[in-house]
């Protein structure tokens, strides 16, 4: 199994011995900033205090979403399929917390829901399937990392895209134009459902800069367009908002929720550092955009108040280096030297709000703006100075 925190250091190493990797020699895709709308979205949070017992975060889980929603898009004997964010065997924070899966797949079957479902595929790096086989399984990763027996315990159905098979994916286009060349590959269970939910974690990331709920849905994408993501990468971050914007996922998406008492602030998506801030948080809305205003304001607030300096050094977060470079070194190690030598980089956009994060940006042009954010505070734990720190992220 690859391991990408050993692969990072050592490309990093071989890179500075390499400086013609540095460019790729074609522009940057322009990126404009993305205007306000005048719709407003709702995100409801929940605090909860510092090493909280889990109970209380599956009670948060429930209370955060039953305010979120009020499930009127849920009938009887439907079915739902929960997707968390599964990339490595690494447990949360680096993956989405196995507490909300148990809290709302609980809640989803109170609601009447006949069939919940969880799955995910993992990264590549460790879980790799095209025509001729299969390396690995999302199984495996996903008993590791304890997501498969927190869907199983809570009385959930699992469904693994790469036990499926190769074949079993549908093209789908997206809404609007997009920078994919053609169709991208989703699992057939899309077309077996009634709705989404969302459970994605908050996280840096090395190539994309931040992991929120847009990040998550590379998940549901097979092999091949993994491949064009990351090989045609100087559009990487508009790719990655264009994905939500497929049609099957604007059709079924119905909930986004997050267990953020544990924040990876540095690298990503495997590993960092995890900051557990005091309040930690649990947050959800049925706006995707709405959502990821919050989360990466959570993510910045952590970064400045909840973690060392030291770990915020640039071999410890090198997005804030190369991470164009990074991104085509992976090609190279995934999918052999002649993706490698066709593969593009592009530079570090840096983030520092809503209106900087280049993926929450190109959602928002392509969705007409940023929606005007609406905070509700289930019980009024967030300090009044947190709560300022998430707008002023989310207006700026």
């Known amino acids: 199994m690859h391991d990408r925190r050993g692969f990072f250091r050592t490309m990093g190493l071989l890179f500075m011995q390499f400086p013609l990797l540095r460019s790729s020699g074609r522009a ?177 990331h090395i190539v994309a800069g931040t992991t929120l709920g847009l990040k998550a849905a590379v998940g549901w994408l097979r092999d091949d367009s993994r491949l064009e993501l990351h090989r045609n990468a100087e559009s990487l971050f508009e790719k990655i908002a264009e994905i939500n914007d497929a049609k099957v996922l604007k059709q079924k998406l119905r909930l986004i929720l997050t267990v953020a008492t544990k924040v990876q602030t540095t690298f990503g998506p495997d590993w960092g550092f995890a900051a557990e801030p005091d309040p930690g948080l649990v947050f959800g809305s049925t706006s995707l955009l709405a959502h990821d205003m919050v989360a990466l304001g959570w993510l910045l607030w952590n970064r400045e108040y909840a973690t060392p300096r030291a770990q915020l050094a640039w071999y410890r977060d090198p997005y804030l280096t190369f991470p164009g470079i990074f991104n085509r070194l992976f090609v190279g190690y995934i999918w052999g030297v002649l993706q490698f030598l066709q593969s593009e980089t592009y530079e570090t956009v840096p983030i520092r709000s809503v209106c900087t994060d280049p993926v929450i940006s190109r959602a928002a042009t392509i969705w007409g703006g940023l929606p005007r954010l609406e905070l509700e505070d289930l019980g009024d734990g967030l300090d009044e100075d947190i709560k300022a720190y998430l707008m002023d992220k989310a207006t700026s």
Do not use: C
Request: glycine residues 6%.
């Open 28 to 204: 940057i895709p322009s990126r404009s900033t993305p205007h306000f709308s005048d719709a407003s979205e709702r995100l409801t949070l929940k605090a909860l205090p510092q090493g909280a017992k889990d109970d209380n975060v599956v009670a948060a889980v429930r209370e955060v979403a039953e305010a979120a929603t009020d499930f009127s898009w849920l009938s009887q004997g439907d079915t739902v399929f929960i997707k968390p964010a599964s990339n490595s065997a690494k447990r949360y924070p680096a993956t989405t917390s196995p507490l909300s899966i148990r809290a709302m797949v609980g809640l989803l079957r109170e609601k009447g829901a006949a069939r919940v479902i969880v799955g995910d595929k993992p990264g590549v790096e460790h879980v790799y399937q095209d025509e001729k086989g299969r390396r690995s399984s999302s199984r495996k990763i996903m008993t590791i990392n304890g997501l498969h027996r927190a869907a199983l315990e809570s009385g959930a159905e699992v469904h693994y895209f790469d036990e499926a098979g190769y074949d079993s994916y549908f093209g789908d286009r997206t809404e609007h134009d997009s920078h994919w060349r053609g169709e991208l590959m989703f699992p057939n269970i899309l077309n077996m459902v009634d709705h989404v939910v969302l459970l994605p974690r908050v996280s840096r």
